[in-house]
């Protein structure tokens, strides 16, 4: 079992930013990859960005790329997302994810364990 704990969300007014946090614990020697995805009201849970653990491979959405930037920190077996130029359609539910196998990191789906969310709200 892997836990993991997302810390990090809030309200904030578009165009600023936010560093949201993943930490995991537990059987965490076998990890491919982490990867964030976000799920708006109504709307179904979407990739954000995903970094392979092995190297540091970093695969993000359109609508984030040059907004966003995930990295990690081995030591503290800790995943970011460093978020800028928030917009409002940013607006939802973060989670982070732990995939231990080598899958197709966009598809929710194939990841293993999951944190409880963050909300992040951007307003206009």
């Known amino acids: 079992q892997v836990q993991l704990v997302e810390s990090g969300g809030g309200l904030v007014q578009a165009g600023g930013s936010l560093t949201l946090s993943c930490a995991a614990s537990?059987?965490?020697?076998?990890?491919?990859?982490r990867g964030w995805f976000r799920q708006a009201p109504g709307k179904e849970r979407e990739f954000v960005a995903a970094i392979r653990w092995s190297g540091g491979i970093t695969y993000y959405a359109d609508s984030v790329k040059g907004r966003f930037t995930i990295s990690r920190d081995n030591a503290k077996n800790t995943v970011y997302l460093q978020m800028n130029s928030l917009k409002p359609e940013d607006t939802a539910v973060y989670y982070c994810?732990?995939?231990?196998?080598?899958?197709?990191?966009?598809?929710?789906?194939?990841?293993?364990?999951w944190g409880q969310g963050t909300q992040v709200t951007v307003s206009s």
């Open positions: 537990g059987r965490t020697f076998s990890t491919y990859a």
């Open positions: 994810a732990h995939a231990s196998l080598r899958i197709d990191l966009s598809i929710w789906e194939r990841y293993d364990y």
